[in-house]
């Protein structure tokens, strides 16, 4: 059984995870690369790359 501890550091481990991955799109749109690139090496949709434009 997972502890609460276990669920925060789980959670707080894939939130740090998002925010790395969605930096790195923010990056490739300023550099000029196509959406269906950037989704191809972070995995976000592509709902979540149009919003960080």
Known sequence: MISNVERVIKKSLE???NEG????AKQMLLDGENI????????????????LK
């Open 21 to 24: 991955l969605e930096k790195v």
């Open 15 to 17: 939130d740090a995870k």
């Open 36 to 51: 269906e690139k950037i989704i191809k090496y972070t995995g976000l949709s592509k709902e979540k790359i149009e919003k």
